[in-house]
């Protein structure tokens, strides 16, 4: 039988430390010293195991991004967002094609809507046992208006969005633009954070492996639409040639 869900381990859950909202919280990845289960470092990138493995059936790692706990992709170097796209991809891959797995996600969240619970900036690295997540995913999924275009690399604003309204695709098709893929994740990092909506403070990128392509969906987080949450019915704002216009005029 196909798995249809995946299970939340609760007991683990609560156990979790929680410094997006709460910032006296302690952060648990800025003392390197304690950290445990350390799979790989590259200067100031830490790749270990998840110390809170909530989820059932599945083999949890996290990429911490750096040693600056109110860092962000859109306040990084150009170098460091190139070494850590790389780092993350590599890692990635190196799980997907282990055979170990139905499928593995990539998958990064920020802010008080995003999903996440510690502040200090990471990805996520995660193996499926038994959910390959490609079954929920279409083509139509990654459609768009062009924004830019770079060697191998396309950014998009998200005609047939997942969840709804704005969702941005960056489409790698040649493993030469990874570069200039993560340069476009930056900037629509910025973008979301500074421009979007004044009080948009979340965001999420969420990677997926699709044919021959490597692509990005970049999703800015507002309280979840109750169409969407009801119904799965997204929704698709009536401007999106305007706001790639808007766009354009800020970065292109």
């Known amino acids: 039988m196909t798995q249809t869900h995946l299970h939340f381990n609760m ?6 430390p929680e410094s997006v909202i709460n910032r006296e919280t302690a952060c648990p990845f800025c003392d390197t010293n304690s ?23 599945t083999y ?39 055979g170990e797995f139905q499928s593995v996600l990539f998958f990064k969240n920020h802010g008080p809507y995003s999903g996440g619970s510690i ?8 193996g499926l046992n038994e959910y390959d ?32 309204f704005f969702e941005y695709n960056v489409i790698l098709s040649d493993w030469e633009g990874l570069p200039r893929m993560a340069e476009y994740l930056q900037i629509l990092a910025h973008w979301i954070l500074h421009h979007v909506n004044r009080r948009c403070l979340s965001y999420n990128f969420f990677f997926y492996r699709w044919g ?26 009536n401007n999106l040639e305007e706001m ?9």
């Open 11 to 16: 007991h683990i859950g609560r156990k979790k």
């Open 35 to 57: 950290l445990t289960n350390v799979l790989e470092q590259r200067g100031s990138m830490i790749w270990l195991m998840n110390k809170y493995p909530v989820l059932q059936d």
């Open 60 to 98: 949890q790692t996290v990429l911490i991004e750096s040693d600056d706990c109110e860092g962000d992709w859109s306040l990084y170097s150009k170098e460091h967002v190139h070494d850590l796209l790389a780092f993350g991809v590599e890692k990635w891959m190196e799980l997907e094609k282990s």
């Open 119 to 126: 502040r200090h900036p990471h990805m996520q690295i995660v």
């Open 133 to 164: 997540y490609r079954s929920q995913v279409k083509e139509s999924d990654f459609a768009g208006i062009l924004i830019d275009r770079g060697r191998g690399v396309e950014c998009t604003l998200s005609t047939h969005p997942r969840a709804g």
């Open 212 to 237: 021959e392509k490597l692509v990005a969906k970049v999703v800015p987080r507002f309280v979840t639409s109750p169409l969407y949450i009801g119904y799965s019915i997204p929704q698709v704002a």
């Open 244 to 252: 790639v216009a808007e766009m354009k005029r800020h970065y292109f």
